[in-house]
């Protein structure tokens, strides 16, 4: 075994390296992101018990709440749309959110196991490095889309199939997902221990859950909940989903023009703390 | 020592440190050391945990700023060309780093494309990498399956895949057994043969460092108390001395406390790669 095919590169000629040899920033980005969409679905494919145990939450929320409160007519829904049409673009949110919300673990389990430094040792700038982590959550949430649409299909629930919509509503989810492992990701910069993000997610997936349209009007809340809820990206992606499954009124350009500026500002923040992780 | 200005032709250094400063809040990591390497040379930090080896290292890779002084590679300054400068590198830190959900194969094409290696020629590199550390035969098994001598010839290849001019160990025998650590040394010095990269390496094991190193620093509190050829350290000391020696006569008995106050996150790191070696 030689290695003589770990051929040299003439060290006069290393010396002589200059910015050629990096691709332009739009070339940079793009190719990092689907570098890290690409390691993503290689680790779904892996190991897939994750997907599966992942899809029972949201199954569970469907069945069991969803049946319950269609049958109680508690909550107002649009006019012609039932309980549980309505509730599936919420559920498809919320568990996009769930998987998202605790993403920051894996960025502080790769900081402990020396992978983030040898991440950030190659020619990856900061914030093309989160933007590849923040859409491999994506990734990861467009899996329970395709499964609340198989369980809609099994419970009768009545969608617009138009395959732009399903297009778009991909591209909410994964947005949303994006934001929240943002945010994830900049509690995992501040706190730096696993224990501790487990707290601080816990603690805000609530109100982020509950404290948005997911799972009934805004109008039906008080009012501080009310200011919480438009504050909320998650409201914004729910507004957008319903719009694009339900047909029902919605404000499309600005739900995606919140959901745009939320992933810029996350990304913006959390790779300004991936500094202190790599200390 | 500096290779003078004058008449050689100006040929960049692979390392080239002045006065570099490090601390993290009131704690100096890094106090003013100045060193350089020359091409094709393998130069070794020596020292105890927490002697500012590893802080010396992240400033070289790009990973930290330092508060002052003057780091290039190849003639790139660390802060101002980090993107050039991670482009010469080949980086393996001190942790075992290999990602244990991927296959061995998956974890060299990550790097691959991290460093941009054109598609076309993706696949053979990755491949010839993999052939040189010996892993022909595991690359498509998950690195969960590989020993701990498998995953540090795999780290290897990773750091090796975008043809490094500067390769940067930290570490890279800790928590090996004797024959995975002589494995790493043989590999490390073909490499070095063939290829005639510069290697800036880190240890705390003086063989490691007798054996692979043309010249050595001896760093203890953030400082270099020697530096020279391992050959020159020890015949100063005298006829008969070992590397072991010269450490004790330079950093002397409190070597002992600074095992067991320092560094309580290196020591901590060291003892996980212990662990998830098995």
Not at chain 1, 34 to 49: A, G, N, Q
Not at chain 1, 112 to 136: E, V
Request: glycine content about 8%; overall charge positive.
């Amino acid at each position: 075994m030689s290695a003589t095919r770990v051929a040299p590169r003439s060290v006069s000629a290393e010396a002589r390296v200059d910015s050629a040899v990096l691709p332009a920033w739009w070339r940079l980005y793009p190719s990092r992101v689907v570098t890290f969409w690409l390691v993503e679905l290689r680790k779904i494919r892996h190991d897939r018990s994750e997907l599966y145990l992942r899809a029972v939450q949201p199954v569970l929320w469907l069945l069991i709440f969803g049946e319950t409160f269609s049958h109680l007519h508690a909550i107002p829904t649009p006019k012609g749309i039932g309980y549980l049409a309505y509730l599936s673009p919420g559920i498809m949110a919320q568990s996009a959110l769930f998987i998202a919300i605790f993403f920051g673990i894996q960025i502080i389990w790769e900081r402990d196991s020396g992978i983030l430094t040898k991440l950030m040792a190659t020619p990856t700038p900061r914030l093309a490095l989160i933007s590849g982590k923040a859409f491999a959550a994506g990734v990861r949430s467009l899996a329970q889309v395709v499964v609340i649409l198989v369980l809609s299909v099994l419970l009768q629930v009545h969608f617009d199939w138009n395959p732009l919509d399903l297009l778009g509503v991909a591209l909410f989810v994964v947005l949303g997902a994006a934001f929240f492992s943002c945010l994830s990701m900049t509690i995992a910069g501040i706190v730096l221990h696993r224990e501790r993000l487990m707290g601080v997610g816990q603690a805000i997936n609530m109100p982020l859950f509950f404290a948005s349209n997911a799972l009934y009007p805004v109008r039906v809340m008080p009012g501080w909940p009310q200011g919480l809820s438009a504050a909320n990206p998650m409201s914004y992606e729910v507004d957008a989903l319903r719009g694009l499954l339900l047909g029902t009124p919605s404000a499309m350009l600005l739900d995606l023009g919140v959901l745009v500026l939320a992933v810029t500002v996350g990304i913006a923040a959390s790779a300004s703390l991936l500094p202190r992780l790599a200390r | 020592m500096a290779p003078a200005g004058g008449g050689l032709a100006r040929i960049a250094l692979p390392v080239d440190c002045s006065e570099l400063q490090v601390s993290f809040g009131a704690v100096r990591a890094v106090d003013g050391i100045s060193f350089h390497i020359e091409p094709g040379e393998v130069f070794a930090l020596l020292g105890p945990n927490g002697a500012g080896k590893t802080t010396t290292i992240r400033v070289l890779t790009t990973l930290i700023t330092p508060d002052s002084g003057r780091a290039t590679v190849f003639g790139h300054d660390v802060r101002r060309a980090a993107m050039l400068v991670r482009h010469l590198i080949g980086y393996l830190p001190q942790q075992l780093s290999a990602d244990f959900q991927l296959s061995g194969y998956e974890n060299v094409w990550l790097f691959a494309r991290l460093f941009d290696l054109p598609r076309r020629e993706r696949e053979g590199r990755v491949r010839e990498v993999l052939a040189v550390m010996g892993l022909d035969d595991v690359r498509d098994r998950l690195v969960r399956t590989y020993s701990g001598g498998m995953i540090r010839r795999l780290e290897l290849a990773q750091a090796l895949v975008n043809r490094p001019a500067l390769l940067v160990l930290d570490e890279p025998t800790i928590g090996l057994d004797p024959l995975a650590r002589a494995d790493v040394w043989e590999r490390v010095r073909t490499l070095r043969q063939e290829t005639g990269m510069a290697v800036l390496l880190t240890t705390h094991y003086m063989e490691e460092a007798d054996v692979l190193s043309d010249r050595v620093a001896l760093m203890h509190h953030c400082r270099f108390r020697a530096e020279g050829t391992p050959a020159n350290l020890k015949s100063a000391l005298g006829p008969g001395a070992t590397l072991d020696d010269v450490f004790r006569h330079h950093v002397g008995a409190a070597i002992e406390d600074e095992e067991l106050s320092g560094g309580g996150r290196d020591v901590r790191n060291t003892r996980r790669t212990a662990q998830r070696l098995g």
